[in-house]
């Protein structure tokens, strides 16, 4: 029987895998890689215990790879890493308090990190962000908060203009004795800065042309500042 087109497609896929973990295994041995330190432990505010950190660790595999991007003829490289347990309906006084630790205390030790890749200081060439697919209702559910809109994110590296809050900080406060907000629907904050115009912002560090941020995101046009000007 004939191997279907799928089948093709999947070994081709499963051999440059295999591949291209040999050549990351290979440069992973060198000493600009293993010289890349482990991320200390960090405290648990919620319980005062001693653990280790999976963000701070992500970000120790996201620095091995930026000290051997020169072995690889890398200029540009994008990484993602991620943290879960925002989603806080319940609980959210003891989750939050720890994961806003884990992230405090992984991102200083990827900029402490980035200032010495094999004797060079990376920072100005990394911009590390966050980014949400929502947020969280201003008000509590009893036990926690429930979806919403608008939310901060933060933005690291040297050439981050940083010290600064980008956008229109939003009043904060209820609907309630004749107060009504103008930046809240229900208990949830509107957005004032578009996802478009913070990506299109980041795309044009990185080196995006400006009609091809257009293409990228469509309704960039939409918007008269189409850069926020944080990097």
Do not use: C
């Not at 540009?76 to 205390?105: C, E, I, P």
């Not at 904060?172 to 004032?192: C, E, K, L, Q, R």
């Amino acid at each position: 029987m004939t191997p279907s087109d799928f089948a093709n497609d999947y070994a081709a896929v499963t051999r440059r895998s295999v591949g291209a973990a040999s050549v990351v295994n290979e440069v992973f041995g060198r000493s600009v890689v293993t010289a890349i330190p482990s991320p200390p432990a960090y405290t648990n505010p919620a319980t005062g215990a001693t653990e280790g950190n999976s963000l701070a660790m992500q970000l120790r595999t996201v620095a091995r790879m930026i000290a051997a991007g020169p072995s690889f003829g890398l200029k540009r490289q994008v990484f993602m890493v991620s943290l879960g347990g925002w989603d806080s309906h319940d609980n959210q006084n003891r989750d939050q308090a720890n994961n806003l630790a884990k992230a405090s205390q992984a991102l200083a030790y990827f900029d402490q990190t980035l200032a010495n890749i094999g004797g060079v200081d990376m920072r100005a060439n990394v911009t590390t962000f966050t980014a949400s697919d929502f947020s969280r209702t201003y008000s509590t559910n009893g036990d926690g908060t429930d979806h919403a809109w608008a939310g901060p994110q933060l933005i690291m590296g040297g050439a981050v203009k940083g010290g600064d809050m980008y956008g229109l900080y939003p009043t904060v406060g209820m609907d309630i004795n004749g107060f009504s907000n103008p930046y809240m629907a229900g208990s949830a904050f509107i957005p004032t800065t578009s996802v478009d115009q913070y990506a299109a912002t980041l795309g044009n560090w990185f080196g995006v042309s400006g009609s091809d941020l257009n293409a990228i995101f469509p309704n960039l046009r939409n918007f008269s500042n189409q850069n926020l000007g944080f990097v």
